[in-house]
């Protein structure tokens, strides 16, 4: 059988990125692309972890009249020498190749940055790829070295000279102007810069930190010596102040399955009202979307005070005490260290590490127990504050409630409800096929989530008008129990029958359950649109794979989940950087949903802390964009269309089948 070449492919036509080029051809996978605060701030994270290792006491940040940025610390400076095995300069290694660098030996307790923000060896160097220009300046050793690139490229070799009497002896100043090309603005937003670096003076007490604006002649110095706890009382001002706690701890020393070092600071306060203060690092790099740290921190929390409320019974009747009523009303600082931080993407704004959870519930909990053991009277104001927080919420909760008037709705019997009537609060996961569904059902948080097991693939009703869509079981099942009717938003009518906060569909990772999953969002879209447009409706993610790892060093064995084949290759790379032998692993793949145990299912998909929930909305390109899109895959008489769609693109696509 003859085959077909296209014209113009051929081996020639395989392109290999070298050095920086992957970075400068797709930015916005390793940097945020809106400003170039980003990459100024792999450089200041950089003094940070010098700072964090005991060996820098300074980080002075320059903002210049031309428009770049410099960054010194008087840390060790990098270091200068040749590479054993590349044979290049080290610090000419560091900001010119992906991947290089001194954060990866996480096992070694002497190792330089244990804890460091950086895991992948990609932040300088990002940094240097992004700029039409970079200067490096390095002291060490007696000695002063210089080195220039332009686009990512040296310019000049290394040049060494000694250091002159009265020069800093060491430490690392490391100039860069970004190129404007690979941004939106240029300008760096004034007061995130601020607090990037007020935080890291918090986070690290005695490090002093300072800001100078060439332009305005202005110079900003941040220096905290009682580190959280002096942070945190400057930040309330005049609050009110019920309560404040804090501490810190080594997990290592405490807790099985972690290594020494890692743990967390904090400090909490609570207050009756007022604006709240919250924020999160994980070795020293700011979580500003929270993530697994944050929720041991409020299990921590939760677990301690509930239990000093049960202990001396001050739990009224009819009152059922929820983590929301204990975190409401608590402003909170709080530093974790982890050993091998795995963060929501490259700008590391969540935390997704599953132990962290464990990590800091296991240190904060016993902690806030002993404290209200020895300080009861504030314990029970805590106790008042929170009591009134769960009757406040259950009252809001009655109020919602769906009242209908001659006839109420009998809810579909396939349908497993919540307990709660909170319906804030409340989940609904549409969950395909009756074995999955099973699962679901005994491994879900019966107070919050509800589940409604779906038979096979829902009716395709982007062209089915709105009164006959009930002659189709399933949709009825759906709308009844979520309590809205299609259509019935349309004019803007309120939403308030609504039952549940989130409605998740649930379904096999494979291209069935990809087709389920198309088929519930045309439904949504194209007659429920006020649930997608007001941020109702959620698609879960289960995992594909699951490695059971065996132990390796300090960390016990353990269970990993991936998304997909890009996630099981990061967590087989990461299973070799901590020691691993090839072979002591071993690689599962879920079949489907079914596959899955109960335990499985609520720690990959169902629970809150450690799911991956994507909410649903329409995307930059409109409304009328996106109907036109669905007419054109899912409308009847489109055909024609959809066969071009896939002549021009089914190349492109890998097919999971």
Known sequence: MATRTSPGYSEASIKVLKGLEPVQQRPGMYTSTVNPLHIVQEVIDNGADE??????????????????????DDGRGIPVGLHPVEGV???????????????????????????????????????NALARRLEVEVHRDGQAATLAFAQGVTQAPLALRPLARGEWRSGTRVRVWPDAKYFDSMALPAAELQQLLRSKAVLLPGLEVSLQVEKSGETQRWRFDDGLRGYLREALGAADVLLEFDGAGDAGATLDGF??????AWCVA?????????????????????????????????????????????????????????????????????????????????????DAVRLVA???????????????????????????????????ALKVERRRGSGIAVLPGKLTDCESRDTSRNELFLVEGDSAGGSAKMGRDKEFQAVLPLRGKVLNAWEVDRDRLFANQEIHD???????????????????????RRICILSDADVDGSHIQVLLLTLFFRHFPRLVERGHVYVARP??????????????????????????????????????????????????????????LWETTLNPDTRRLLPVCVGDVGVDATVAL?????GKGEAQARRQLMEAYGDAVEADI
Do not use: C
Request: no cysteine; proline share 3%; hydrophobic share 45%.
């Open 630 to 634: 669905f007419t054109q895959l899912m």
């Open 270 to 354: 609570f207050s009756a009202d007022g604006a709240l203060l919250r924020e999160s690092y994980v070795n020293l790099i700011p979580t500003r979307a929270g993530g697994t740290h944050e929720a041991g921190l409020r299990e921590g929390l939760f677990q301690a005070v509930k239990g000093f409320i049960e202990l001396h019974a001050l739990t009224p009747k009819g009152v059922k005490l929820l983590p929301e009523d204990v975190f409401s009303r608590a402003s909170f600082v709080l530093s974790a260290k982890v050993l091998d931080p795995q963060f929501q993407g490259q700008m590391k704004e969540r935390l997704n590490s599953r």
């Open 543 to 600: 995992p594909l794979y699951r490695v059971d790892a065996a132990a390796r060093g300090r960390k016990p064995a353990a269970k990993l989940y991936a998304l997909d084949d890009g996630e099981l290759a990061a967590i087989v790379d990461r299973l070799r950087q901590d020691g691993a032998r090839d072979g002591s692993w071993s690689v599962s793949r879920f079949k489907g949903l079914g596959e899955m145990s109960a335990e499985q």
């Open 51 to 72: 700072a964090l290792a005991g060996h820098a006491r300074r980080i002075e940040v320059t903002q210049h009249a031309d428009g770049s940025v410099s960054v010194f």
């Open 478 to 500: 759906i709308a009844v129990a979520i309590g809205v009717d299609p259509h019935a938003a349309d004019a803007g009518v309120d939403l308030s029958t609504l039952r549940y």
């Open 259 to 264: 290594a020494r070092g890692e743990g967390a």
């Open 362 to 396: 296991g240190l904060v909990r016993p902690a806030l127990e002993l404290w209200l053991g020895e300080h009861v009277e504030q314990g029970r104001a805590l106790a008042e504050l929170v009591i009134a927080q769960a009757q406040s919420r259950q009252r809001a």
């Open 89 to 127: 300069p080290v610090v000419e290694l560091v900001f010119t190749q992906l991947h290089a660098g001194g954060k990866f030996d996480k096992l070694d307790d002497t190792a330089a940055y244990r804890f460091s923000g950086g895991l992948h060896g990609v932040g300088v160097s990002v940094t």
